[in-house]
């Protein structure tokens, strides 16, 4: 449901904007700014011998796009090749492809034809294999643009508005706190950083959080390129303000009140409406997030469900978790289309994949049309399912210029029906973020500065993982702990509640293991004993819980919370029960009951009592990953001691 801006009241300041100075502006000249960094993928492939890729550039304050340039990797057996960028109707440029299969490449774009704040380019390959050779499809090898950037011209401006303030692009995010904030002021923090990182979701956005004393006159370091920095303080006059100079700062205020207010006007599109230095929230309505049984493939985003290829053809799919809004089980999509009718001298059949299992398979219909149901088995999910579906034909007659291309088209439309799943498939970590929607209680053991900022890095972590924003609410430490709601917990200095079993804890100098099932108990006494930090995932029985905390050694626990948001990638590695770090050691995930989930798949007993062949599984599977924690206990004092 759109929330329309008339819903939105500004009180805007009535101030002259020439009374702000600007930053100063230095030298203009060209930015490298990856595709990644701007919303897309990090190479492009270009199927067959002709195919188009279509790019919608955004056009950066003070910036303009000038050339793409990237790494060319050439497909086997071609002879030559060229590269075309189209803005419009025009040409912009045709680049022969060089015969090097690694080879740097870059396009102009100048002449771009301008859309309101974007520059549509769509770039076309032509490829003409060699002679004798009748590659018709390089399926699985295509020619693939790697290490893309788009090279803009110009100076950033810096915003002097609180429209303009958060940009098209942004590659870092600092937040200022007061050295001991409120709790209000930490709960506005967590919120703005995540719907921050929501709204640049196909951006790797870097968010640090960093300490403003009251007395500080702006931030202790210029805003780098493409950096907006926002200080928030708790104060009886609210509002956004931007002030000017050579760093640039977004002050947001308010009290319990009218301060969330602030955070959601900033995070929301209705910012544009305020076209001044300084501006004022009285309302801003929020959409209710719902998680229906039923949603189309199109609401999952979609809605690019066509391919055209010989002999083979393939679309993919995604079901993503996140979009459902829960753990789900019990996954059916409908499957409806078309494809180009086979002559009748031909036959074929349409084939639905996971991976490299086949979960159903149909022979094509004559008329081209197909509807099917096909149901997705629940081991099979994860937060993202890639679904396959294919079209192999058979009776083809083989020669260059025989074969004719088929299209494979399914209808976005098409409905996916689930169940909430509890506990979650798949569970862990690997349940986060659909576990904690659509709101999670956030409990800081330690309130205060530190313990804000490793309750902000695991959101930001885990809100790398969705579009879809997650929803943090900040409550004392033992409400979030005692609660029937989703939860994430800092207790850096360990002392976590018993009615919370972690699947890795340590008691004095035993470590405990725990299985699926709270009786598959494993001790063991380290001496001495090993301190780490973790990031732990648990299910209640009720909820899943996500843990941040360390054996009385926060140290490890910041360890593993920078490292974890240092690559954006490492979210999405983000499974098992456990992430563990100790010693000088990288973090590395920890699944400790691997060994019963291996005999459960062997017995097919998933909801029987555990036999006491599987204990004995678990029992291996455990003492393995203790036996490597007890060399960690070993190997650690000499490595200090050299």
């Not at 303009?64 to 071609?78: D, E, K, N, Y």
């Not at 999952?300 to 089980?329: C, E, H, W």
Request: charged fraction near 15%; charge should be negative; glycine fraction near 8%.
């Amino acid at each position: 449901m759109r929330v329309r801006a008339a819903l939105l009241t500004l009180l805007l300041a009535t101030l002259p904007m020439i009374a702000v100075p600007g930053p100063a502006q230095a030298d203009p000249g060209d930015h490298a700014i990856p595709l990644t960094s701007l919303g897309f993928g990090k190479t492009l492939q270009f199927q067959g011998r002709t195919h188009e890729v279509s790019l919608s550039l955004p056009i950066l304050p003070g910036l303009a796009p000038t050339a793409i340039t990237g790494t060319v990797q050439l497909p086997p057996s071609l002879a030559r090749g060229t590269l075309e960028a189209h803005s419009g109707q025009r040409l912009l440029e045709r680049v022969n492809l060089p015969q090097d299969p690694r080879a740097p490449i870059r396009i102009s774009l100048a002449g771009a034809e301008v859309q309101g704040d974007t520059v549509p380019v769509t770039l076309t390959s032509s490829l003409l294999p060699e002679p004798g050779i009748c590659p018709d499809d390089w399926t699985g090898q295509p020619l693939t643009l790697s290490d893309v950037a788009v090279t803009y011209f110009g100076e950033e401006r810096q915003p002097t508005t609180v429209a303009e303030y958060l940009p098209p692009v942004l590659e870092r995010l600092t937040v200022y706190l007061p050295p001991n904030p409120s709790q209000l002021e930490s709960s506005a923090a967590l919120s703005l950083t995540t719907a921050a990182v929501a709204r640049y979701a196909n951006q790797a956005v870097a968010v640090e959080v960093r300490r403003m004393d009251s007395g500080a006159t702006g931030p202790d370091h210029p805003p780098a390129f493409l950096e907006r920095q926002v200080a928030i303080r708790e104060g009886s006059d609210p509002g956004l303000r931007v002030t000017g100079g050579p760093t640039p700062l977004l002050t947001v205020s308010g009290d319990k009140s009218s301060l969330p207010t602030q955070i959601q006007l900033l995070t929301s599109d209705l910012a544009r409406a305020a076209m001044a230095g300084s501006a004022t929230a009285l309302g801003v309505p929020v959409a209710p997030q719902l998680a229906p049984d039923a949603v189309t493939l199109a609401a999952l985003g979609q809605n690019r469900l066509s391919a055209t290829a010989i002999g083979y053809v393939r679309v993919d799919f995604a079901l993503d978790m996140t979009r459902l809004g829960r753990p789900s089980k019990d996954v059916r999509v409908n499957l409806h289309g078309n494809h180009t009718p086979l002559p009748d001298t031909r036959g074929g059949q349409l084939a639905v994949t996971i991976g490299d299992r086949q979960i159903a398979a149909w022979p094509v219909d004559p008329s081209g049309r197909f509807d099917q149901w096909v149901s997705i088995p629940n081991e099979l999910l994860s937060r993202f399912t890639t679904v396959t579906v294919t079209l192999q034909q058979a009776g083809l007659t083989h020669g260059c210029g025989l074969e004719q291309p088929v299209t494979l088209t399914i209808n976005p439309d098409g409905e996916v029906q689930s169940y909430v799943a509890k506990p979650p498939v798949p569970g862990g970590l690997g349940a986060v973020p659909q576990a904690l929607m659509p709101g999670v209680q956030v409990g800081l053991q330690t309130p205060g500065f530190a313990d804000t900022v490793r309750a902000i890095q695991i959101l930001v972590a885990v809100q790398r993982l969705t579009s879809v924003p997650l929803r943090p609410e900040l409550v004392s430490f033992d409400t979030a702990a005692g609660s029937d709601r989703p939860a994430v917990l800092v207790a850096s200095n360990g002392g976590v509640p018993g009615s919370i079993v972690l699947p890795l804890d340590r008691s004095g100098d035993t470590l405990i293991v725990y299985g699926d099932d709270a009786d598959l108990e494993t001790k063991i006494e380290l001496r001495p004993p090993l301190s780490f930090g973790s990031l732990q995932a648990t299910w209640t029985g009720k909820r899943t819980v996500l843990v941040g905390t360390s054996t009385q050694a926060p140290e490890h626990l910041d360890r593993l919370l920078n490292w974890l948001l240092a690559d954006p990638d490492r979210s999405f590695r983000l499974s098992g029960p456990v992430l563990l770090q100790a010693g000088d050691r990288e973090p590395e995930f920890f699944d400790p009951a691997a060994g019963i989930s291996k005999q459960i798949a062997a017995t097919g007993k998933s909801d029987s009592p555990i036999p006491v062949a599987a204990r004995l599984a678990l029992a291996g599977g455990v003492a393995l990953a203790v036996s490597l924690l007890a060399a960690l206990v070993i190997l650690l004092p000499r490595k200090h001691s050299r």
